[in-house]
Nanobody
Framework: QLQASGGGLMEAGGSLRLSCLAS????????MGWFRQTPGKEREGLSA????????YYSGSVKGRFTISRDNAKNTVYLQMNSLKPEDTAVYYC??????????????????????WGQGTLVTVSS
């Protein structure tokens, strides 16, 4: 089970940190990812991290603003979001993939690579 938290309302330029707590399976055996979705649009891959945290992956839309990290001792993956923009408004999801890492950014951020999803947390950025 994956439980995302940390969403909320923030002004443009502000920061939020999302957390995703995993339970029920060996967290350190799974690569993790963050996605977001707005009504009428496909789920967008934002960032991913390998099982040991060494490899990280970012979409162009968040690179340089968002940082993914994980704490395997706490079964938690984080997404630090800085310099938020109104277009970052979405429901954010964490997900787990049964892989160690990926060779390509495209695969790392593809929702089809992930087999378990959290319930989502809403982030609203006001202008």
């Amino acid at each position: 089970q994956l439980q995302a938290s940390g969403g909320g309302l923030m002004e443009a330029g502000g920061s939020l940190r999302l957390s995703c707590l995993a339970s029920g399976r060996p967290f350190s055996n799974y690569a993790m990812g963050w996605f977001r979705q707005t009504p009428g649009k496909e789920r967008e891959g934002l960032s991913a991290i390998s099982i040991n945290g060494v490899s990280t992956y970012y979409s162009g839309s968040v690179k340089g603003r968002f940082t993914i990290s994980r704490d395997n001792a706490k079964n938690t993956v984080y997404l630090q979001m800085n310099s938020l923009k109104p277009e970052d408004t979405a429901v954010y999801y964490c997900a787990a993939a049964p892989f160690g890492s990926w060779w390509s950014l495209e695969r790392a951020l593809s929702p089809y690579e992930y087999d378990h999803w959290g319930q989502g947390t809403l982030v609203t950025v006001s202008s």
